[in-house]
């Protein structure tokens, strides 16, 4: 790859539906012209704590983050070369870490709560799309997955969200969220709405980008 990516930063709340937007966007292209970077793959491992720090441990401060290894592989990738990344499985015992090929292309998404406040993050950023929705649907969504999918007790969870999550979200993301290009405020689980966003953007890039 001769020239360097078009970098796209997706950022958004808990619960704000960025998976959902991440994987719409992502049918759009052809995997050979876009990747995807995840900072939720970076964490620093939480095996090195006792179980009741593991269970008030702050996940959603930016030193939990390896920001160094996370910046390593973005420019690995701006270089052209491939990254391979043991995918983060969310302390699930019961679920094999998979390892990730990062192959570069001629669009690189960059996802994450901390990539705005990363300044040598945010600095390669062409394009910036900031996800949000309603706190009590946000808190909705964050419950459905939590215990359903990770097997949390809702005390616990209850607990990080607002010890943890909200005041993240306030500190690290929100005052960024004027500076995007775009701002997308998803309530609905009604999947019709970020289709039609996805479809606007990816029409501007292909017509920006000559893939």
């Not at 990062?102 to 705005?116: D, H, N, S, V, Y």
């Not at 007790?153 to 993301?173: A, G, I």
Request: with cysteine.
């Amino acid at each position: 790859m001769n020239n360097k990516p078009y970098v796209i930063g997706i950022a958004g709340s808990s619960g704000s539906g960025k998976t959902f937007f991440l994987n719409s966007f992502l049918n759009h292209f052809d995997p050979s012209q876009v990747t995807l970077i995840s900072q939720d793959d970076y964490y620093i491992p939480s095996n090195t704590k006792t179980q009741e720090e593991n269970k008030l441990y702050n996940f959603d401060v930016p030193t939990a983050i390896d920001r160094a290894a996370f910046f390593k592989d973005i420019s690995d990738l701006f270089e052209g070369k491939t990254v391979y990344k043991e995918e983060y499985t969310f302390n699930n015992p019961d679920i094999k870490p998979k390892l990730l090929e990062i192959k570069p292309a001629p669009i690189l998404i960059i996802e994450g709560l901390f990539i705005f406040h990363y300044t040598e993050v945010n600095d390669l950023l062409n394009h910036k799309i900031f996800l949000d929705a309603n706190e009590d649907v946000a808190l909705e969504r964050r419950l459905r997955r939590d215990l359903i999918e990770r097997g949390y007790f809702e005390e616990d969870v209850r607990y990080k969200w607002v010890n943890h999550v909200v005041p993240s979200y306030n500190t690290y993301l929100l005052p960024f969220k004027d500076s995007c290009d775009r701002v997308i405020i998803n309530n609905t689980d009604d999947p019709a709405p970020i289709n039609q966003i996805t479809d606007e953007i990816c029409k501007e890039l292909s017509e920006k980008i000559k893939f």
